[in-house]
């Protein structure tokens, strides 16, 4: 079955930076498409970042475009969600997930069929 686990969360201050991880198992990596989401408390997830099977393209939130990076090596089975100038806004459980089709990369949560645990990131003012 598939698994991905995140790694990576923490508190850290505004300004600061964190780079998230998230490493699958369980089927053939490099033909799907990875997403990260985020659900801050009292709210519903939301869409973060995505990027295609092959890494060669990338979607972001507009909240997030400039100041995160989503990546992937595949030769690892991990995609990377690297997080500059956080502010107290991203505070919120990270998730990552994959998508249910191959070769498809979407923004929407329904095109996901298999998520993480999530890991919490703390951005302190």
């Known amino acids: 079955q598939v698994q991905l686990v995140e790694s990576g969360g923490g508190l850290v201050q505004a300004g600061g930076s964190l780079r998230l991880s998230c490493a699958a198992s369980?089927?053939?990596?490099?033909?799907?498409?990875m997403g990260w989401f985020r659900q801050a408390p009292g709210k519903e997830r939301e869409f973060v970042a995505a990027?295609?099977?092959?890494?060669?393209?990338?979607y972001y939130a507009d909240s997030v475009k400039g100041r995160f990076t989503i990546s992937r090596d595949n030769a690892k089975n991990t995609v990377y969600l690297q997080m500059n100038s956080l502010k107290p806004e991203d505070t919120a459980v990270y998730y990552c997930?994959?998508?249910?089709?191959?070769?498809?990369?979407?923004?929407?949560?329904?095109?996901?069929?298999?998520w993480g645990q999530g890991t919490q990131v703390t951005v302190s003012s």
């Open positions: 369980g089927r053939t990596f490099s033909v799907y498409a």
């Open positions: 997930a994959q998508s249910s089709t191959l070769y498809t990369t979407a923004t929407s949560q329904v095109s996901y069929g298999y």
């Open positions: 990027i295609s099977w092959s890494g060669a393209n990338t």
